[in-house]
Structure formats: C-alpha cells, structure tokens
C-alpha cells in the first residue's frame, strides 16, 4: 500500500504541469528553501533580491536586498532566524517573528558565502563558501558570536552545508569532490573524509531518520551513505546529465528528489533500495529542490522560475495507508457510504465536519457541499460532493452518500422522535379501535395515526364566583380551576375562558365564557359571572372598608361648605375631603410710623409690632428686623400664610432716621438707621488744620493740626546781658513760642543755662519747640560773657585806697582807664564776635555738606523760585523768624539797584560772607566761599543773583529773591557789617 502512495506522488511529479508557477523575471535563481512552519517560502538569486512569499497564495510579502548574487540560505529549526550570504561576502540574519527585519550582518567570510545550515537545536549555525573557510556560529549569543573557524581543510569552495538530524554530525560539499563529515560533540572534528565523486561535490542531504547521508556531484551521479556503518557507500545515483545541486527529502524519509543541470527532476524509493520512481521535465536547469514541511508539495527553482509540484494528480484514486483514507493534499475524505446517524447529532450539524486533514497542523480553509445541514438530508440515500481547500492552498474533492433514514409506505413510519438523519427503521401505523376515528393520519414518517371518538366533552361551570372570598385571598385561583371537563372516556381536558384571574376585572357585572375541546374537535362552551363593587360617578363612591371584590354599591359623597372646596377623595372606599379656602386674616397695626415708635432694638421682628394675624397663620415681613430698615421711608411688606397655603399681604411704611449727607452725621453714638435720629452739620477744620476723616455715621469731623509753632529767640546782646545779670537763668526762659493763639510750652535749648557758658566765650545756643501735634520750630542766638563792672569796681577801689593821697590826679587816670577798658571791650566783642561767626559758618558748612545743600535738584537759577532748596533745620522757610541784628546793622534799599557791588549779605546758616551781583550786571569776586541758604521772609520775585563757590571749586548762580524783613514791601538785605 506504501508503494502505491509513493506511485501516486510519483505520478503527479511525472505526468502533469507544475500546481503552480512563480516567475522572478531578470533573475537567476540560486536558492530555494520552505520555513519550518510551511507558512514562508523564500528564493535568491543574482538580481541581490531576498523574497518572502507566503504558502497561503504565494505572494511577496517582504523583500531584503544585498550587493550581490545570493546563494546560501537556510532557516533556524526553533523558526526565529533566516541566514542567507552572498558573493560580496556577506552573511545577514532577519528576525522572522520581527517581519524579517535585519538582525545582524556578519563580515567573518574574505569570499563568497555559498553555503549555510542550523543545527537542529538552532543552537549551531555552520557557513561555508569561496573562502575555503567553514565557520561555527554561536547562536544562543544575541550578536552570533563566531565559535570556530575551519580553514585548513577543505582545498575549495565548500558548496553545501548540512547537520545530521540528531545533530551530531556536520556534512560539507567540497569542489575538491570531497564529502566530509565533522563531529559536532568534538566541537566539530573532521572525523572521515568521502572521496567517491569524481568531480565537484555540489549538495549534501540527511534523511529525517538519519540513517543516510546523500551527496551530488558534477560527475552526474548522487551518492548514498550509510550513516550508521561509517558512511559507507552503499549507491551511486546515476541517470543524471548534469551536475547534480538540487537534492532532498520528502518530510517522511520515503522519496528522495534530484535535479539536474539538464532540468529533469528524478524521485527515488528510498525504501526499496532508492530505486528510480519515475523522472520528469521541471526546468530548462534545476539548481535547487525543497520539500514543504507537510510533504504534500515541493519546489524546484531554476534560472527566472519556481515551480510548486503537488505530490497527488487529477488521476490518481484515494488510496489507504495504514487503514487511514488519505490523498496526496492531506485531505481526508470519509468511506464512500456513510450513514446518516453517524455524521449528524443535530438537525443543524454539518456534513463538512467528515472531511479532516491527515497531517498535523494542516487545517482547512473552507469546504463547500451539496448538501450542507443534517436537516437536509431527505429518506434514503443522499448523494453528496464536497470541495475542501486547505490553508495552504491544497484542495480535493470529496464524493459520497450518506445514508439517511428508509422511505416507508403509506401504512408505515419510523416513529416517534425520528429524523431523516436519525438513521430510523420503518415500523406499522397504528389503526383506530371500534368507536374511535383516525383524526390524524400516519405521514410516513415520524408522525403515527392519531385515534379519537366522536362524543362531545362534558363542561360544568358554576353560576356565578364570590369574589369577595376568591380575589382577596393572598393567592387567587384561576377561574379555570373551579371549572371541570371530560370526554366521554373520563379523561379531563384543558379548559379556557375569556378571563382567567381576578387581576384588570372590570367593575360591576362580568360574563366569562369558558370552552373545552376533546381530542376529537368537540366542544363545550359554559359561562361564568362575576360581580365586583360597582363602578360609581363623579359625587359617589362605595363606602369606607370597601373594596373593588366586595361586592358594594355607590352612595353620595359629603357636599363641602360654602367657603371650602374639595381636594381629593371621592372616590372607592373614599368619602370628599373639603378643605377652606377663606384667606387668613390679617391686620396693619400702623399705616405709616416712625420706626422708633415700634422698634425696640435691631433684631425685634417687624411682624410682631407692625401687624396682628388669626390664630395658626404664619407671617413673614421684609424687612423681617429692625436693624433691616434703612434711613428715610421704609416699605414693609408682611404676608401671613395658613396651612392651606393660602396668604394675604398688606403694606405699610416705616420712617427710619433721616439720612446724613456727606457735611453731617448723627450726634449720638446710639443713633442708628431705625432709632430716629436727625443729622446736625459737622464741625469746620479751622486754619492751620487739616480734614482727616470723619463726618459719617454717628461721627463728627476729625481736625489735625498742621501749622508748626513759631519760636522767637532773643537778640544776642539781650541774651548776654541776662546771662551777666543771672548765670542761673535757663535759655528756655528767653524765648517764646505760639501756635496760633496758644503758648507752646514744650521747649528746650542746648545749652540750657548761662551757667554752662564760660567768661569771655561766645557760645551758639539752639533752641527746640513742640506742640501738640508734634510739630517743631527752631531758632538760634549767641552768648558771650565778659568780666562784670563789679570787678572793674573792686580793681579801682583797691586803687583808691592805696593812692587816696594823689587827690584829682587819681581820678583823671581812673577816667583814662575806664575809656581805655571800654575800647578793649569793644574790640574784644569784635574778635569774639567774628570768631563766634565763623565757628558757626564751619559748622553750618559741614551740615549743609552732609545734607547735600540743594533739595530740588532740577533747580533752575534763570527760572523765578522761592526757597528751592533744602533748609538744615526742621522748619519750612516761610516759618523762620528773621534773626535779630542791630538795627544801624540793616540798610534800607527799594531796588537791586541801590545794592553795593561786593557786600556782606546776611548769611542765616552764619558761615562765610557771599558776593552779590547786582542785577544790572557786575563782576563777582574772584575768590568765593560757599554759602548756605538766604533767609527771605516774603517769598517774592528775584532781584538778582547771588554767587557762591561749589565744592569742585566751579561757581554756581543761584536767584536772589526780595528780602523784605520787616513786612512793609521793601527789599532789605541784611550787612551783617553795614
């Protein structure tokens, strides 16, 4: 039986056209080989083309490109890896999983890689080409690390690579027309050298069981080895007119395919002894075979074509193998007869699920039957064809008959449940007794004949049914069970009314009509009346502890008053609900009033002293409180509610306080918007007072203070003539300070007594006054302190009572003397004098430097100002008393015209002189000091300029504004020297 299977493959490689063909046009094909899975296969050539096709319909779904012709290739049993080489030296590994994406190049080969093979663990991966070199790759290492390199043995190009299939052994084709054989175990010894071929080894193959080893040559022939004795050569392959490349084995060791340069095909026996099957045309030139891993297909490649040969023929019968139907394409079809109880479990089932593949992970793509379902399947023997496709494109058709349940006679059926797919046998009708007709033939089929008499049904129905006692009970029967039917054989049939519960039964009187019908289309027909409550009108209902089953009639509902209306009942066991509808009451105590006739304090509710309502009323005002009224009219409205909901309201006006504006306010603190206060004006910041707040509410305006106090100091001589009259005398006690109309008495002056001045020193005496708000005014004077007239008196007495004996002449020395002193004094008050001034002008000189002189820094001195410029005591210019110098000390001039060319002008810091410059013109002096602020009591226009020396030695112009000191209009400017 095996050797009729091998015929048939046999037949379809010989006698027919390839299944299919592929044509790379401008290629040269060198390489074809199937993925372990049968899902891919790929081909290479010289156009540099890598293509992917998928087995489904053989299309390409990827291509990789190399630089050159490619020639070895092979996938990784595990299926992750497809390696391929080419004449450029290149070796690339894809990523199968990763869509063939390029894993690694490998760059290890200096020549062609022709040859390359996985071990069948994919552990080992082994290359070999032009360069002579056999190289072991590790593949457990991501970057396949090169294990070892053979390159002293083989003389030529290694052409084929091939692992044995338990992987001990590695197989390489030689151009030396060597075979050798490489122990893997011994990291890849060569252990025998095969020297049988008389020309270049070409291919190399080991059968799936590994018990042969098969190699072709150029000298034309393929040779077996035996692999278990040594690889003893056991057959030499001949018929061949061509170097043999292409070679392999059908997945199940039984056939081995060669192919020749010349493009015949030859298939082998593999065993019986590899004898020769048959030989056929493939291609013009055959350079590479492969076998689908499902063996129901192999392709050959050569020059620009693939051809796909099917192992089964259009010719070819079924055949058994091993007791298991089975065709070429895996196709299993079911025995020529089949009964139908064998196939089908349901009316639904499929016949399709007959049809099976023989090989593991084949699958079927789609059968199409003539008949499809079970339930199709008519009486006897049913004629069905079948088309079935696998997923990998193979199809067979499939013939057979199923044999379904017999076709019976008119007086026979199979029985009760039967089908025609039931598979059932024809069994007799059953024929009625005396007395009973056939109502329902035998149909031949699973139907039998169906007996019954000809009397009618008995039905008995009572009169009438208590619904007060059925339809209030927790579980209400049907009408129908209180009914009872029976033929006229005793038997008790079904009954049905037109209303079988006491669920959506209709008020009053109801006529239910019951029927029964008997086996033989006899009827019997009763009718049942129900009463419930009746159905009232519009002003009835039934009366309290009724219901719709108690049976009750309708009665008046209660008529609700004149001044009440009905909100609900009425209706069932519901007697009228009336409810009034008469507004409550309500009374405005007040139409109009002052709120603080009524209110009390702020949160005293308005609806409690403004309105009065009738007993249960609510009533709500707004403003609900006292405190909620405003100043002025207020309306106040207030709504009292009862508990139907129904209101009245009423308004009325309540006068709060009268409303301030923004010149008055309330004069009380108690005073609030409801309490009925009146404004009054606020008081009026009077001069030298400022508004700062106030004037609202119950708060009066707020005045502050603003004008600092003016201090007067006295005259220098004054002061020194007290101090010599008094030393104890406090400085404080010499000046005074007003603001306005009031004594400042907040003064004090450093030093602060005469008796802190020493004799014959003069002395700067500063003087400090505060008022009430703070402010503070200064001024200054001088002290100087000279020996007392009593001394002078006591000197001459002394004279006196030693020369009392000189008569006249002593008194005219003493007159002499006392001019002389006089002189002295005086010109000791001048150098006193004059040192006192320029103490205080270096003085004044280092505050004005430390506080730059100049406040307004945008000075202009050609734009009219007054008093621009910073003072170096805490009181405005305006504020400063002039200081009192003798008055031969004071020219008078009415014009800048009358000014001196060069003159002293009063310097009110009291550092050095300043020059004017009339404001006609002149010449200023050419060698300057600087000069503090001018004292200008008026504040006028400027008459001229005055000139002082800066601090970079450069001079500045500053506008000398009027002086009028003594108010009258005039322009004094003070000769400190007159």
Known sequence: MRFLLLIACAVRFIGSQAEETITEAGNDLENIRFSPDGLYLVSGGDDGSLRVYSTRNYSVIATRNFTSVIEGMAFSPDQQWLAAGDYAFKLKIFNISDGFSEHKELSDHTDSVEAIAFSPDSRWMASGGGDHDLIIYDTTDAAFKKHLTIGAVHTSTIEAVAFSPDGDHLATACWDDAVRIFDVVLNFKLIATLNRHT??????????????LVSGSSDDTAIVWEVARNYKFTKSLSGHTGRVEGLGFSPSGEVLATGGRIGKIQTWDVKDNFSRIRSFDGHSTITSLDFHPLGDLMASGAATTIKLWSCGSTTAK???VWGTPVTCSNIVCPDPRVIASDLCNTSSAMLSGAISTAASGLSLSSVNCTVNLCEDLVPGENPVSCDARTDLNRTAQCRFTVEASPVCDEFDYWGAGCT???????????RCSDGLVPIEQCDNRAKDTNCADVASPTLVCPNSIDTASICTSPSPPSFTSLLQAQDSSGKNLSVSCSATTCQNLPLGTTHIQCTTTSANGRQAACTINVTTSAACGVDEYWGQRCTRWSGCSCQPCATCAVNERRVGGCRNDLDAECLDVTPPGLTALVSKSNA???CSNAGQLLSSVVVSAEAGAAVVCAPATCGELGTGPNKVVCTATDVVKLS???ELQLDGSEGCDASSYWPSTACNSWNGCACQPCQSCGPGFSDIGGCQGTEDRKCEDVTPPVLTCPRDSDASQRCAQDSSTMFSSMVSAVDG????????CSPASCSQVSANTSVSVMCRAVDTAGLVDLCDFAIFLQLSPSNDRDLSDSEGSTSSSSGGSSLLWIIVIAVLGILLILVALCCIRDRRRHEREAAALASIKSKDTFANPSYNPNKSQSSTYEQPREVSPRQQVPP????????RSTSTANMPDFDEVYDNVGDEPAVIAPASGGTPASSLVEDGPLYDSAADTPQGYLQVQGTDAMPKSMQVVELDNYNDGGDDLYDAIA
């Open 199 to 212: 020309d270049d080894a070409e291919s190399v193959a080991y059968s799936p069981d590994g018990q042969w």
């Open 318 to 320: 079924n055949v058994k």
């Open 420 to 430: 025609a797919w039931s598979s059932c046998n024809c069994t007799k009708c059953t």
């Open 596 to 598: 603080s006739d009524v």
């Open 648 to 650: 009245t309201v009423v």
């Open 741 to 748: 109309s009031i004594n400042v008495t907040d003064i004090t």
């Open 884 to 891: 009192q110098v003798p008055t031969a000390a004071r020219p």
